[in-house]
């Protein structure tokens, strides 16, 4: 299973492990998400503490929405959460260099 590591334990883990995700922001662009599966606190081979996310292998494409590089795993409110792109048209079919630009833009 694919981990992703950070340094801090969230303090709300469980509500992760409950349909949380950690949502990617490549170039600029949010646009996959993928789900929390576990967080496990383990430790470097320097001895100090570190948290592993250990995420679904599954990249759900969501609404290309610009923003700039944030801890997404933590407790984005569904509400200010990218909605999955099964939901939002024709999305899926348009060339993903072109989804980025325009998401950039703020058009889409």
Same mark, same amino acid.
């Given at each position: 299973?694919p981990? /992703?590591?950070?340094?801090?334990?969230?303090?709300r883990?469980?509500?992760?492990?409950?349909?949380g995700?950690?949502y990617?922001? *490549?170039?600029?662009?949010?646009?996959?998400?993928?789900r929390?599966?576990?967080?496990?606190?383990?430790?470097?081979?320097?001895g100090?503490?570190?948290?592993?996310?250990?995420l679904?292998?599954?990249?759900?494409?969501?609404?290309?929405?610009? $923003?700039r590089?944030?801890?997404?795993? $933590?407790? !984005? %409110?569904?509400?200010?959460?990218? $909605?999955d !792109?099964? /939901?939002?048209?024709?999305d899926?079919?348009?060339?993903?260099?072109? %989804? $980025?630009?325009?998401?950039?833009?703020?058009l *889409?």
């Amino acid at each position: 299973m694919p981990r /992703h590591f950070t340094r801090q334990f969230p303090k709300r883990a469980d509500e992760l492990t409950e349909g949380g995700s950690l949502y990617w922001v *490549i170039g600029g662009v949010v646009l996959v998400r993928q789900r929390v599966l576990e967080v496990r606190a383990e430790t470097e081979t320097d001895g100090s503490k570190l948290t592993a996310l250990v995420l679904d292998p599954a990249l759900v494409p969501v609404e290309a929405v610009p $923003r700039r590089a944030f801890q997404g795993w $933590r407790y !984005l %409110r569904p509400e200010d959460a990218p $909605r999955d !792109l099964g /939901h939002t048209g024709n999305d899926e079919q348009m060339p993903e260099a072109m %989804r $980025r630009e325009l998401a950039a833009l703020g058009l *889409i």
